[in-house]
């Protein structure tokens, strides 16, 4: 027979279970936590209730202070002080304690506070909290530099957690500079979105198709950031929209045609040697990998062709004394192998001043059929990178290193693709002055 107390029991067992159900991507967050942990994408993705349910579980069982905080913050309704009061509802903790400024726990002292982070620069509170465990960033993308250059120094404790959780606003939004700047080994990049969540209710899902429908349609473009979590700023001198290079991304077509493989090469320690394949005009596959050795670098590129010398291959050697390395995988009998210098002429000097400004605006006159793979920071580096006009009217792509004043990393990702899509007007090593 079921008893009523038997009832609440099984209702108390839920409830503790519903504690820990969140979208897979924020396990790693709730499982392990880096010093930095970015979680970033559209609406609908789960990331401010699943944050407030990890804060909540690591607070529940440790002492741990926890800044919840944000740029601008007016009152306590401008925080996440009524999520979390929910979550502790519906979660049904009995040990936390909510005022009208600040939630504390019961037995093991545990506390969150809020504040907001505008104008720091002059006020200076925030400094004041070099003792937080967790620092929460909510709606990140509105946070200054200089909020940034103040707060990261005050998280300061040993074993520190700060989450920032955000939809991107502009591709050179402060925090995601931030995200971009820190190494993989030292953060935790979870971006989310809608079909990343199974516990959508059914009006969030009607909400969605409602969207997507309408975007495809042509009648708005909300669909790319609300939904996906794509950035809606960009200069005019870019030269990638947002909508054509996620068009490339969704589109499928057949793996039909000569494979090709582009390759950029890493020449210092923050950049990445990136390996990207296609068929055809579809890419297939990719690999990263940080500096390498000549002669490991050789292995990982006879294994990611699958030692086939039928294969054309473009690499970048620019700065690499040389040119070895196609040097050596022609005498292997990889005859279609190219070394290419993006300081080069142009195929068409009257268009552009050099190679890798040809290959953005060659890439561009393809972007509406081919098909590439949803790669996040490939997307970020086409659509941030910008081009200007010389004197001679030719279109000039922005340098590396002022792409890189601008906040961005090294643009790999991008390099590498247009390494392999670009159609070269003879098969041979040519070396030129960068």
């Not at 909020?147 to 939004?173: A, E, M, V, W």
């Not at 790319?224 to 909508?243: A, D, I």
């Not at 068009?247 to 793996?255: L, Q, T």
């Amino acid at each position: 027979m079921v008893t009523l107390q038997s009832k609440k029991e099984l209702l108390k067992a839920l409830t503790i279970k519903e504690r820990f159900i969140m979208p897979d991507k924020m396990k790693v967050l709730f499982n392990n936590p880096k010093h930095f942990n970015f979680v970033w994408g559209g609406r609908w993705g789960g990331k401010s209730i699943s944050i407030g349910k990890i804060a909540l579980n690591w607070s529940n069982g440790n002492k741990l202070r926890n800044l919840c905080t944000r740029e601008i913050q007016n009152s306590i309704k401008d925080s996440v002080h009524a999520d979390l009061s929910n979550l502790i509802y519906n979660l049904d903790y009995d040990n936390y304690n909510i005022t009208n400024n600040d939630i504390t726990h019961k037995i093991n002292g545990s506390e969150f506070v809020f504040r907001g982070l505008y104008q720091q620069d002059k006020k200076q509170t925030i400094k004041s909290f070099s003792d937080i465990d967790v620092c929460w960033i909510e709606e990140a993308q509105n946070v200054s530099k200089g909020s940034l250059d103040i707060l990261i120094p005050t998280i300061r404790k040993t074993g520190s957690i700060i989450i920032f959780s955000y939809n991107l606003l502009f591709p050179d939004d402060p925090v995601e500079l931030l995200r971009q700047s820190i190494s993989d080994d030292e953060k935790n990049d979870i971006n989310i979105n809608c079909f990343d969540n199974p516990y959508l209710s059914k009006e969030a899902l009607k909400d969605i198709a409602r969207l997507k429908d309408q975007y495809e349609r042509g009648e708005n473009q909300d669909y790319l950031h609300v939904v996906l979590g794509q950035p809606v700023g960009f200069s005019e001198f870019t030269v990638f929209r947002l909508q054509e290079v996620q068009d490339a991304i969704e589109r499928k077509i057949k793996d039909e045609g000569q494979i090709v493989v582009g390759i950029d090469i890493a020449r210092m320690g923050g950049d990445k040697t990136i390996f990207i394949k296609r068929k055809g005009l579809k890419m297939i596959d990719y690999k990263m990998y940080p500096v390498m050795k000549g002669d490991i670098l050789l292995k990982e590129i006879i294994t990611f062709v699958n030692n086939d010398t039928s294969i054309k291959i473009n690499i970048d050697e620019t700065g690499i004394a040389g040119g070895y390395i196609a040097d050596w995988l022609n005498s292997k009998g990889f005859k279609k192998t190219t070394s290419i210098n993006f300081g080069k002429s142009a195929k068409y000097p009257d268009k552009y001043n050099n190679a890798i400004s040809e290959m953005w605006f060659e890439f561009k006159s393809k972007i509406n059929d081919v098909e590439i793979m949803n790669i996040p920071e490939l997307k970020s580096q086409l659509i941030t990178r910008e081009y200007k006009y010389d004197a001679k009217e030719r279109k000039c792509i922005e340098p590396k290193d002022s792409y890189k004043k601008r906040g961005y990393k090294s643009p790999d990702f991008a390099d590498a693709l247009l390494l392999c899509y670009y159609e070269n007007m003879e098969n041979k090593n040519v070396y030129f002055n960068y």
